[in-house]
């Protein structure tokens, strides 16, 4: 029974290849492909070894045809019922067969040989066949999402194992879409009329939309640029191809960036002819402290002042002292790099309002810094 078992499928996949519309489509150009995917390796019952996920990579090559070859890596990791470890290797050659793309979804058919090896706890080898199915969905020009699913037939016995498998597919030339062809009726019951494709672009002028495209665009089915990341910038000029789609984008395809200005100010009064900093003020200070930890690449410029009691030059000395403290506290009690911070007296020189009050002389005693920085951010 097992002899004829891997013939009766090699028929029927066969057969369900050759009962496919010869209008068919590749989802690669002719080249190198990979890919890796994940899953689940569900074995026959009487092997006595627990299903457990698998991972596997890809390396094949996809002909100028529905015909694509593959070579498959295949590993799972999993024991007994006895708890014995079991390292499954797994090494098949297929043969995968595209059928008639729908949008972005390509089904295709698989068939082919290899062979299963069981180390540790066991030791086998099993040579094997598998037939099976799947679909891959693209992404983008290269890069494709897909799923598969596989009988797998041994050889050396009744023992059919399955597996189902997620993953990743990536054509090194790119992903294209080549139109079905159109069946042609017989002469005597068709004039035949000739094709345009003005542009060159795959498409024939009758359903190409965009009649004028590039010759080095890669259009879809209506002969339209691709645009992958929706943002209105078609692939070939776009210079930021992950752009989110949705957002405002300048003629190349990058976000458009608006510059906004933040600040923060300090204002701290002192005591008549005083250079100590009240605790009353170390929340201003901080406040200061926090907005340079933010944006590291700010500095600040710390200015004292007096109001015009005494002599010039002493003002002048306590304007630099006051400053000075200022420093002090902002390196020392909100541990900021002293290199960031620096500081200038300018004694009675420059009033906030002139000195005809105590009150007035008291808002002049002080010590002021004002510290911004200039923020990039997308527009919406």
């Known amino acids: 029974m097992s002899t004829f078992r891997p013939k009766k499928l090699f028929i029927a996949t066969l057969a369900a290849i050759a009962s496919m519309s010869v ?74 067969y595209h059928l008639e793309e729908q949008g972005n979804l390509l089904p295709y058919l698989a068939i082919g040989f290899g062979v299963t090896e069981f180390s540790d706890s066991i030791d086998d080898e099993e040579t094997l066949f598998n037939v099976g199915a799947g679909i891959k969905y693209a992404l983008n020009s290269n890069l494709a999402l897909r799923g598969d699913i596989r009988v797998i037939d041994s050889l050396e016995g009744e023992l059919i194992d399955t597996a189902a498998s997620v993953g990743l ?25 000739p094709k345009i494709d003005a542009d060159r672009d795959g498409v024939m002028d009758d359903v190409d939309q965009c009649i004028n495209s590039h010759e080095k665009d890669i259009v879809d089915l209506t002969g339209c640029a691709l645009d992958d990341d929706k943002d209105g910038v078609i692939n070939r000029l776009d210079d930021c191809p992950d752009s989110a789609m949705g957002s405002k984008v300048n003629s190349k395809g990058c976000y ?98 002139d000195n005809s009050s105590e009150a007035n002389k008291r808002m002049n005693r002080r010590v002021v810094a004002v510290v911004s ?6 527009a919406k």
């Not at 006895?82 to 995968?96: F, H, S, Y």
């Not at 597919?169 to 009329?193: C, D, H, N, S, W």
């Not at 007096?306 to 030059?313: C, E, R, V």
């Not at 920085?373 to 997308?378: D, G, L, M, R, S």
Request: hydrophobic share 40%; no cysteine.
């Open 23 to 96: 209008a068919q489509h590749s989802i690669a150009e002719e080249g190198f492909t990979v890919s890796p995917m994940i899953g689940h390796y569900n074995l026959a019952g009487s092997r006595d070894i627990e299903d457990e996920s698998l991972l596997s990579i890809g390396l094949g090559y996809q002909f100028n045809s529905p015909w694509a070859a593959e070579l498959t890596l295949l590993n799972s990791a999993t024991e007994t019922s006895l708890g014995a470890d079991v390292d499954i290797n797994q090494l098949r050659l297929d043969a995968l």
């Open 256 to 353: 458009i960036e608006l510059v906004e200005t933040h600040s923060a100010r300090l204002d701290v009064q002192f005591a008549n002819d005083s250079d100590l900093v009240e605790k009353q003020f170390y929340s201003e200070i901080e406040a200061v402290a926090k907005f340079l930890r933010e944006y590291p690449n700010t500095d600040v410029v710390i200015e004292g002042h007096t109001d015009d009691s005494g002599a010039a030059d002493y003002n002048q000395a306590l304007s630099e002292k006051r400053a000075a403290a200022i420093s002090k506290v902002l390196v020392e009690e909100f541990n900021i790099n002293s290199d960031r911070v620096s500081t200038v007296g300018y004694g009675e020189s420059k009033p906030l309002v």
């Open 373 to 378: 920085a200039q923020v990039k951010t997308i």
């Open 169 to 193: 597919f990536y054509a090194f030339g790119g992903l294209k879409r080549t139109i079905a062809a159109t069946p042609v009726e017989p002469v005597a019951m068709q004039k035949a009329e």
